[in-house]
């Protein structure tokens, strides 16, 4: 069948182009911009109330609807043991430093001293039944008790015995308690001098499953229910919580804000506040002692006098619980009772305000999910784009002095706010197509851990710790992450500053780590001890760090061409050749068709080794096909692929799924030709994620079942899981950089089920424009770039293996790759013969 002319083949473009379109609707700005999910204000509101308790009235006035009441009458006093009543237990913990930094025991005796402050710590971390029994000098009748856990962990199952004075008798079993406090009736007062409490169950806090009980009283204590409104924000958000007072009764009555990411770990305390990693004196609530008078209270870290009445400050969450009540230790600053009006909640929203009119770039498809994923990836990375202050950031010696005041990139919202290259790695590709007015944010971060690099050529991975984290990969992301930098921003001025820098990285740290069979082998030099991106136990030529350094060893060779140090660049590609075939030779596994995650241990294969393998080459093509298969079939789950195929690395190996290791592996099987289960893994992790509380955001890690992977713990906002948009921009639109600061650069769309995207990446010449669809009957596919006047690059469209033919602008032209093309051009591609 005869081609038809340029004539006809534009029109059947012009006419593919117009039905595949996405027009804005009118006076609504650009189409894609309904993906945008960041506030459109830093004042941010509540959009529901989720819960009450107690005497609440009109709740909806924290919304601005009215005034939001709270009243709570002065408990009576509680009941206490007679003088000389004893505890004893199973166990109990050995006095340390608590999370004030202040001396506490944890003996036995401190469930029954009357002081809610103070609590029974065991000793024996997630191993039950722990054992407290309570002897009293004479008889006492008692129709129940009252047991008041600590927050760090609630009781939840638990057994009450009596004794009889020749045996134990069941008084009570509790199971599933979710209450600090709860009550324990007994069926009639039982006359006993001693009350044995078996505790078999807790619930996880993510600060060790103990057994913790701060008081047990002598009776049922009947207190009126703290009073309590829950609001949801919609998605996590970050910032300073501001209250709008409306009056107190006499006498300062408390409130106490606890924060939460998910309503799951959101109790009386925060999920994981800064004061739980050693900050402050309060355990994880923000106090305020109200005024008499009207008034706005804003979130400030600190105490209003000496330890007491304390604040974090700055929160990353979705859910925020205020109730009428005080810390004992509180007192006289504030009282656990009274009437606190309040009509507003708000957050001053401080990180970086991602708008419509902030995008530089963007994307958008046919597929409605994966536009959602690419905007709730750049939400995620706004949330942790956030200048760096002294009183936000980890308290675990995180503070520095040569970051304080400037942009950066944290790694989560809520914790550990510190920027880790780790997660630049990741987050600074997408803040690159995103906003290009925030590249400081990830400059600012490495040229930092560069000026705090150790003499042998070792980089921090951070601040924490004063800079002295001991990890073994992370120097080789500070590589990567730079050349990155430059490719995308063109800045060569830091690039050359920091040459120094990158020579000692790979000249001097990582040849004390090679061994005769040039391979990486962590344990050489010192470093047995330290840890990785996950704090993993792995030691020995591990195919992760091998394939990571051919990787590094591939990006400093690029920037040292860029830079005119060729033999410096043909020493990196020459180590990493050598670095590759060691791998090959040692580290692939031919029965399970996929590399090894080590060559110590138990026989195990991990998504990062296969992962970096397949992207950096080290695998041909028939070896990244047998590996990418390997991970699909092994590796498997519904809310993404695990990290590794079975358990004997971590318990939870099979089951724990990070989108840090994942995006590696999505890019490789859009690049290996597949890019259908590419897309399939991005629904099902970023899907999952999506779908699940808080929504949105990219969680730090996904355990058993699509849990939180570590509990309360886990950051459900970080900046290491946004892959999802440089994989979708880069990969499936197909557009990326090739030369410095976009001189050059290349689309290859990979479209799989996609029949159509758009999107536009700035450049520091102007925004580089890509859309394609693909086509009906004989125009197979469609591209039209645009490129900003002073750069040029190569363009391949698909053919799917078929006969066709391609043009460039209507005119035919020989292959399916262009090269050198400058300005805009479309191409077209037809089925020859059908």
Same mark, same amino acid.
Request: with cysteine; hydrophobic share 35%.
């Given at each position: 069948? %005869?081609?038809?002319s340029a004539?006809?083949?534009?029109?059947i =473009?012009a006419? @593919?182009?117009?039905?595949t379109?996405?027009?804005?609707v009118a006076?609504s700005?650009?189409?894609?911009?309904r993906?945008?999910?960041?506030p459109?204000? %830093?004042?941010?509101?509540?959009?529901r &109330?989720?819960?009450?308790? #107690?005497?609440?009235?009109?709740p909806?006035?924290?919304?601005?609807?009215?005034v939001?009441t709270?009243?709570?009458?002065?408990p009576?006093?509680?009941?206490?043991w007679?003088?000389g009543?004893t505890?004893?237990?199973?166990s109990?913990?050995a006095p340390?430093n608590?999370?004030d930094?202040?001396?506490?025991t944890? *003996?036995p005796g401190?469930?029954?001293?009357?002081?809610?402050?103070?609590f029974?710590n065991d000793?024996?971390?997630a191993?039950?039944?722990?054992? @407290?029994? &309570?002897?009293?000098?004479?008889?006492v009748?008692?129709?129940?008790?009252?047991?008041?856990s600590n927050p760090d962990g609630?009781i939840k199952d638990?057994?009450? *015995?009596?004794?009889s004075?020749s045996a134990w008798?069941?008084?009570?079993?509790v199971a #599933?308690?979710?209450?600090?406090?709860?009550?324990v009736?007994?069926?009639?007062?039982?006359?006993?001098?001693q009350?044995?409490?078996?505790?078999?169950?807790v619930q996880?806090?993510?600060?060790?499953?103990f057994?913790r009980?701060n008081?047990v009283?002598?009776?049922l204590?009947a207190?009126e229910p703290?009073p309590?409104?829950?609001?949801?924000?919609g998605?996590?958000v970050?910032?300073?919580?501001?209250?709008?007072?409306?009056g107190?009764?006499?006498?300062?009555?408390g409130?106490?804000?606890a924060?939460?990411?998910?309503?799951?770990?959101l109790?009386d305390v925060s999920?994981?506040?800064?004061s739980?990693n050693g900050?402050?004196i309060?355990p994880?609530?923000?106090?305020?002692?109200v005024?008499?008078?009207?008034?706005?209270w804003?979130d400030?870290?600190?105490?209003?006098e000496?330890?007491?009445?304390?604040?974090?400050?700055?929160?990353g969450f979705?859910?925020?619980?205020?109730?009428?009540?005080?810390?004992a230790?509180?007192?006289?600053?504030?009282?656990p009772y009274g009437?606190?009006?309040i009509?507003?909640?708000?957050?001053?929203f401080?990180?970086f305000?991602g708008?419509?009119?902030?995008y530089?770039?963007?994307?958008?498809s046919?597929d409605?999910?994966l536009?959602?994923?690419w905007?709730?990836?750049?939400?995620?990375?706004?949330l942790?784009?956030?200048?760096?202050?002294?009183d936000?950031?980890d308290?675990r010696g995180?503070?520095?002095p040569?970051l304080r005041?400037?942009?950066?990139l944290?790694?989560?919202?809520k914790?550990d706010?510190?920027?880790?290259?780790?997660?630049?790695?990741?987050?600074?590709r997408?803040?690159?197509?995103?906003h290009?007015?925030?590249?400081?944010a990830?400059?600012?971060? @490495?040229?930092d851990l560069? +000026?705090?690099?150790?003499p042998?050529?070792?980089?921090p991975?951070?601040? &924490?710790?004063?800079?002295?984290?001991?990890l073994f990969?992370?120097?080789?992301?500070?590589?990567?992450s730079?050349?990155?930098?430059v490719?995308?921003?063109?800045?060569?001025?830091y690039?050359?500053?920091?040459?120094?820098?990158?020579l000692?990285?790979?000249?001097?740290?990582y040849?004390?780590l090679?061994?005769?069979r040039g391979?990486l082998?962590?344990?050489?030099?010192?470093?047995?001890g330290?840890?990785?991106?996950?704090?993993?136990g792995r030691?020995g030529?591990?195919?992760?760090?091998?394939?990571l350094?051919?990787?590094?060893?591939?990006?400093a060779a *690029?920037?040292?061409?860029a830079?005119?140090?060729?033999?410096?660049?043909a020493?990196?590609?020459?180590?990493?050749?050598?670095?590759?075939?060691?791998?090959?030779?040692?580290?692939?596994?031919a029965?399970?068709?996929?590399?090894?995650?080590?060559k110590?241990?138990?026989?195990?294969?991990?998504?990062?080794?296969?992962?970096?393998? =397949?992207?950096?080459? &080290?695998a041909d093509?028939a070896r990244?096909?047998?590996a990418l298969?390997y991970?699909?079939?092994?590796?498997?789950?519904?809310y993404g692929?695990?990290f590794?195929d079975?358990?004997?690395?971590v318990?939870?190996?099979r +089951?724990?799924?990070y989108a840090?290791?994942?995006?590696?592996?999505i890019?490789a099987?859009?690049?290996a #030709?597949?890019?259908e289960?590419?897309?399939? *893994?991005?629904?099902?992790?970023?899907?999952w994620?999506?779908a699940?509380?808080?929504?949105i955001?990219?969680?730090e #890690?996904?355990?058993?079942?699509g849990?939180?992977?570590?509990g309360?713990y886990?950051s459900?906002?970080?900046g290491?899981?946004?892959?999802? @948009?440089p994989?979708?921009?880069n990969?499936?639109?197909g557009?990326?950089?090739?030369?410095?600061?976009?001189?050059?650069w290349s689309?290859?769309p990979?479209p799989?089920? =996609?029949k159509w995207?758009?999107?536009?990446?700035?450049t520091?010449?102007?925004?580089?424009?890509?859309?394609w669809?693909?086509?009906?009957? %004989?125009?197979a596919f469609?591209?039209?770039?645009?490129a900003p006047?002073?750069?040029?690059?190569d =363009?391949?469209v698909p053919t799917?293996g078929q006969?066709?033919k391609?043009?460039?602008?209507?005119?035919?032209v020989?292959?399916?790759?262009l %090269?050198?093309l400058?300005?805009?051009?479309?191409i077209t591609?037809?089925?020859?013969?059908s």
């Amino acid at each position: 069948m %005869r081609i038809r002319s340029a004539t006809a083949i534009g029109a059947i =473009v012009a006419t @593919l182009l117009a039905a595949t379109a996405t027009p804005a609707v009118a006076g609504s700005g650009p189409s894609w911009a309904r993906y945008v999910v960041a506030p459109s204000s %830093r004042a941010v509101k509540p959009v529901r &109330i989720v819960a009450t308790t #107690g005497a609440v009235t009109n709740p909806h006035g924290l919304l601005g609807q009215g005034v939001t009441t709270l009243s709570r009458p002065q408990p009576a006093p509680r009941p206490a043991w007679a003088a000389g009543a004893t505890a004893t237990a199973s166990s109990f913990h050995a006095p340390n430093n608590g999370n004030d930094g202040q001396p506490r025991t944890y *003996e036995p005796g401190n469930a029954i001293d009357g002081v809610t402050d103070t609590f029974w710590n065991d000793d024996t971390i997630a191993a039950f039944p722990d054992v @407290l029994t &309570i002897t009293t000098p004479a008889a006492v009748a008692l129709p129940g008790i009252t047991l008041l856990s600590n927050p760090d962990g609630v009781i939840k199952d638990f057994t009450v *015995e009596t004794w009889s004075g020749s045996a134990w008798q069941p008084a009570a079993t509790v199971a #599933g308690n979710t209450a600090i406090q709860v009550r324990v009736p007994f069926t009639a007062p039982v006359p006993t001098t001693q009350v044995r409490i078996t505790v078999t169950g807790v619930q996880s806090s993510g600060r060790g499953d103990f057994t913790r009980v701060n008081e047990v009283y002598p009776g049922l204590v009947a207190d009126e229910p703290v009073p309590s409104v829950t609001v949801d924000f919609g998605q996590v958000v970050a910032g300073y919580p501001v209250l709008r007072l409306a009056g107190a009764s006499a006498g300062n009555p408390g409130l106490r804000l606890a924060f939460s990411e998910t309503k799951q770990y959101l109790t009386d305390v925060s999920d994981f506040t800064r004061s739980y990693n050693g900050d402050r004196i309060t355990p994880g609530t923000d106090q305020v002692a109200v005024k008499t008078e009207p008034y706005t209270w804003t979130d400030t870290h600190g105490c209003a006098e000496g330890t007491k009445v304390c604040a974090d400050g700055l929160h990353g969450f979705r859910y925020l619980k205020i109730s009428l009540d005080a810390l004992a230790a509180d007192a006289p600053l504030t009282q656990p009772y009274g009437k606190v009006k309040i009509d507003g909640v708000s957050l001053d929203f401080t990180p970086f305000l991602g708008t419509p009119s902030s995008y530089t770039g963007w994307f958008e498809s046919s597929d409605k999910q994966l536009n959602k994923y690419w905007y709730d990836a750049s939400y995620t990375n706004e949330l942790n784009t956030d200048t760096f202050r002294s009183d936000d950031v980890d308290p675990r010696g995180a503070d520095s002095p040569t970051l304080r005041g400037k942009l950066v990139l944290h790694d989560g919202p809520k914790r550990d706010r510190d920027p880790y290259v780790g997660d630049v790695a990741v987050s600074g590709r997408t803040a690159y197509l995103t906003h290009h007015q925030v590249a400081e944010a990830a400059k600012n971060v @490495l040229a930092d851990l560069a +000026d705090h690099q150790r003499p042998d050529g070792w980089i921090p991975p951070a601040s &924490i710790n004063n800079y002295t984290l001991p990890l073994f990969d992370y120097p080789l992301y500070w590589v990567t992450s730079s050349w990155d930098y430059v490719l995308y921003t063109g800045d060569t001025g830091y690039a050359t500053t920091y040459y120094p820098h990158l020579l000692k990285v790979l000249d001097t740290w990582y040849p004390t780590l090679t061994n005769s069979r040039g391979l990486l082998e962590k344990g050489l030099n010192g470093t047995g001890g330290y840890g990785d991106y996950a704090f993993l136990g792995r030691t020995g030529e591990v195919t992760y760090y091998n394939a990571l350094y051919v990787m590094a060893l591939q990006n400093a060779a *690029e920037l040292a061409e860029a830079l005119g140090h060729a033999d410096d660049a043909a020493r990196w590609q020459a180590r990493a050749g050598t670095v590759a075939a060691a791998v090959n030779t040692h580290l692939w596994d031919a029965t399970a068709g996929a590399y090894l995650d080590s060559k110590v241990g138990p026989v195990r294969h991990g998504q990062d080794g296969n992962g970096y393998a =397949v992207l950096t080459g &080290i695998a041909d093509p028939a070896r990244a096909t047998s590996a990418l298969g390997y991970l699909a079939t092994s590796t498997a789950t519904p809310y993404g692929n695990s990290f590794m195929d079975n358990n004997t690395l971590v318990p939870d190996g099979r +089951d724990r799924v990070y989108a840090f290791t994942s995006y590696p592996e999505i890019q490789a099987r859009f690049r290996a #030709g597949q890019a259908e289960s590419a897309i399939d *893994e991005i629904k099902r992790l970023y899907g999952w994620m999506a779908a699940h509380d808080p929504g949105i955001t990219g969680w730090e #890690g996904i355990g058993a079942g699509g849990s939180h992977y570590q509990g309360p713990y886990t950051s459900a906002a970080h900046g290491w899981s946004t892959g999802v @948009l440089p994989a979708l921009t880069n990969e499936l639109l197909g557009a990326t950089p090739t030369g410095v600061g976009f001189s050059t650069w290349s689309v290859t769309p990979h479209p799989g089920t =996609v029949k159509w995207a758009n999107g536009q990446l700035p450049t520091p010449h102007g925004p580089l424009r890509v859309s394609w669809a693909t086509g009906k009957g %004989r125009v197979a596919f469609t591209l039209t770039v645009s490129a900003p006047r002073g750069t040029s690059g190569d =363009v391949t469209v698909p053919t799917g293996g078929q006969a066709v033919k391609v043009f460039l602008d209507g005119r035919p032209v020989p292959g399916a790759t262009l %090269r050198g093309l400058t300005g805009r051009h479309t191409i077209t591609v037809t089925k020859i013969g059908s």
